[in-house]
């Protein structure tokens, strides 16, 4: 079984994209280490990059966002093992179809790819767990994952200081990108201000 | 927040935001507590709409509180106005309280059956509640009184869109751009839906729109990116002919050149260098190139 962590850096952009547009669906990809794909098939996730707010059921701007990350993600060794989505409803957590499609379309290449729905009640500073469902592909069905803390005390103590301080107003996604290609959605940023020492 | 601004620079701020209908609740509040509301008598005639703007906004932040302030002066102003009943309305939503919002907006239409805007929160409380089969219906029906209504067209589109029934949506967008034939963006969202449906002739029409969106709007990037790749698609996977799949060439490789011309002047060269996306354009534009004389 896939063992699956995020670190601080790839955790928190997730919320703070949640955060940005509380009254739309957003989502996203999370990228691991490739060496530790193909050593151990183990997801560590270390970084991620917001992709959308607005229409989340249409393909060609995936498709765009998704070649372009792939090529950044070869320079980086890294992969696209994840995904990650909101939907626009507070109360909704469902596995919707747009989610499934990208899911098996990840684990056309990564085996151990994984789908997060978030939990849209959980995004706030005040949140002591996870914001989120894990969702692995296996016999050509998503099964919710049994495993629970992928991410450490202090990360979700880090996003929490982060949504306080309104940090998700600088959080650049694909579709700020489209909208203004000098917007860089690799979030320099937002690396930074994570990185802080609190 | 941590910069002081001006009062006449949170009213500025404000009424830009009405203007471009900007939502961000968070942002509106700060301004009203923080700038405003101690000199709201400098709003003259606009306080009103302010009023009406900061409720909303509060609604927003479940702010529950400064909305029903913001209610009581606009009710206390405008006594027998539908525009304020509707606030109300919206009150009920935000807490939950949808059978009362409804029994309200009923009542609205009941005293004039015109009103529009009671109708349309009908469907967002069904939406809200997760009922969107509901929720479609009662939308269609709507429009069949109100078929101008093109930002209805628009909202219904997108509940098709949650339910992934593109052909539904595809025909809601085609009423918007009968009656906004140039508005880039609604080209360039026809063209996605279509994309999306999939099959050589959906591409086609994407292929067409998606340029149709650029030559209204040479800026419009998504645009450029839908023509590259559904250009790219039809030269490869949904070839016909020689001739076919050599047009769509062309048409890939102009798409290319001007997007790489605006990564060129707008992305900075460590943004080009580190996401390495000209590589990746190039990289699919060679797809649609190595078709040879098959």
């Not at chain 1, 530790?36 to 498709?63: N, R, T, Y």
């Amino acid at each position: 079984m896939a063992d699956i962590t995020l670190n601080v850096q790839a955790y928190c952009k997730v919320i703070l994209h949640a955060a940005k547009y509380p009254h739309a669906g957003v989502c996203g990809v999370l990228l691991a280490e490739e060496s530790k794909v193909k050593e151990s098939k183990s997801l560590k996730f270390v970084d991620c990059v917001p992709l959308f707010h607005i229409s989340l059921g249409l393909a060609p701007m995936l498709e765009a966002a998704l070649l372009q990350i792939e090529g950044y993600c070869k320079t980086k060794g890294l992969v696209i093992g994840g995904y990650y989505q909101a939907n626009p409803n507070y109360d909704d957590q469902t596995l919707n179809h747009s989610a499934k499609t990208v899911g098996r379309k990840l684990s056309d290449h990564i085996p151990e790819a994984c789908v997060f729905m978030i939990d849209n009640r959980r995004i706030f500073p005040e949140s002591v767990s996870e914001a989120y469902k894990v969702y692995l592909f296996k016999d050509n069905n998503f099964k919710e994952s049994d495993k629970r803390e992928t991410v450490e005390e202090e990360t979700i103590q880090k996003a929490s200081d982060l949504l306080r301080a309104e940090a998700y107003r600088k959080l650049i996604d694909f579709d700020n990108h489209l909208d203004d290609l000098s917007n860089d959605w690799r979030n320099v940023e937002i690396n930074q201000l994570i990185s802080q020492c609190v | 927040m941590a910069t002081h601004i001006t009062f006449d620079e949170a009213r500025t701020i404000l009424k830009k935001m009405r203007d471009e209908q900007v939502r961000d609740g968070d942002m509106v509040v700060k301004l009203w507590e923080g700038f405003l509301i101690h000199h709201s008598h400098k709003l003259a005639d606009e306080l009103w709409m302010v009023y009406e703007q900061v409720c909303i906004a509060a609604l927003d932040c479940r702010r529950l509180d400064l909305a029903e302030e913001c209610i009581e002066a606009l009710q206390y102003k405008f006594p027998d106005s539908m525009r304020v009943k509707r606030l109300e309305g919206l009150f009920y939503e935000a807490d939950g309280r949808y059978n009362e919002a409804d029994k309200l907006y009923t009542e609205i239409i009941e005293k004039d059956n015109t009103n529009m805007i009671a109708r349309k929160r009908q469907v967002a409380i069904l939406k809200a509640q997760g009922k969107m089969a509901e929720a479609i219906q009662k939308l269609n029906e709507y429009l069949k009184k109100f078929m101008t209504d093109y930002e209805s067209w628009m909202e219904l589109c997108d509940l098709y869109l949650c339910e992934f029934d593109y052909s539904n949506a595809a025909f809601c967008m085609e009423e918007v751009i009968m009656s906004n034939p140039h508005n880039h963006l609604f080209h360039q969202k026809y063209a996605e839906i279509r994309y999306t449906m999939g099959g050589a002739e959906n591409m086609e029409l994407a292929r067409s729109y998606f340029a149709q969106a650029v030559k209204l709007n040479p800026n419009n990037t998504r645009a450029l990116n839908g023509v590259l790749l559904a250009a790219t698609n039809l030269a490869t996977a949904y070839s016909k002919g020689a001739k076919e799949k050599q047009i769509n060439a062309r048409y890939a490789s102009w798409a290319e050149e001007q997007l790489t011309v605006k990564y060129k002047t707008q992305a900075t060269d460590e943004q080009r260098k580190e996401t390495k996306v000209l590589e990746s354009l190039r990289k699919l534009l060679e797809l649609s190139q190595n078709v040879g004389g098959s």
